[in-house]
């Protein structure tokens, strides 16, 4: 993990990149890191949204892969997370990348590494359908969970309110 006080030399010795960064800023931190990656290095994309791959590759010509992230968390305090649900990981190529770098063999060895650290991850060959899924979900539960300033595992135990959840 970068920091932006940290030099992009650092990013040279990389073999993986993780962009954890919020969509908008997805651009500018993989331009950032870009020219000291080595050719050698795999990018992975670990943000909500169907299209940051995408941002991703229109910074560099490396090997770039997507991943759905199902992670539950709820800040107890300040600086104090909790993780609360699932924890695991889908991991692909998006279809418009699969020309880059050995797809099979890349997501293969990133999804053991994973497993190897405990966290579920299986590879999938259709990504974009994972995203656009994790995205639906997020429509129907992140809209309810803010207006009733509610947690999911609540919300799904309350009839009505799964009832809305599912018809959106």
Not at 22 to 46: C, E, H
Request: proline share 6%; aromatic share 4%; hydrophobic share 50%.
């Amino acid at each position: 993990v970068l920091h932006a006080d940290q030099p992009r030399a650092a990013a040279a010795a990389a073999d993986l990149v993780l962009v954890t960064v919020k969509s908008p800023d997805t651009a500018a931190a993989v331009r950032g890191i870009a020219p000291a990656l080595g050719p050698g290095a795999r990018l992975v994309s670990m943000q909500n949204g169907v299209d940051n791959a995408a941002r991703i590759a229109a910074e560099t010509a490396l090997p770039v892969y997507a991943a759905v992230v199902y992670v539950g968390t709820v800040n107890e305090a300040p600086g104090r997370v909790r993780h609360t649900g699932r924890g695991d990981l889908v991991l692909g190529v998006p279809r418009a990348l699969a020309g880059r770098g050995d797809a099979a063999g890349d997501l293969a060895a990133i999804a053991a590494l994973f497993e190897r650290a405990g966290i579920a991850c299986p590879v999938s060959r259709d990504i974009e359908s994972a995203l656009w899924s994790k995205l639906v979900l997020n429509a129907a539960f992140n809209a309810i969970s803010a207006l009733g300033n509610s947690r999911y595992g609540t919300m799904a135990q309350m009839p009505p309110v799964r009832a809305v959840m599912e018809d959106v």
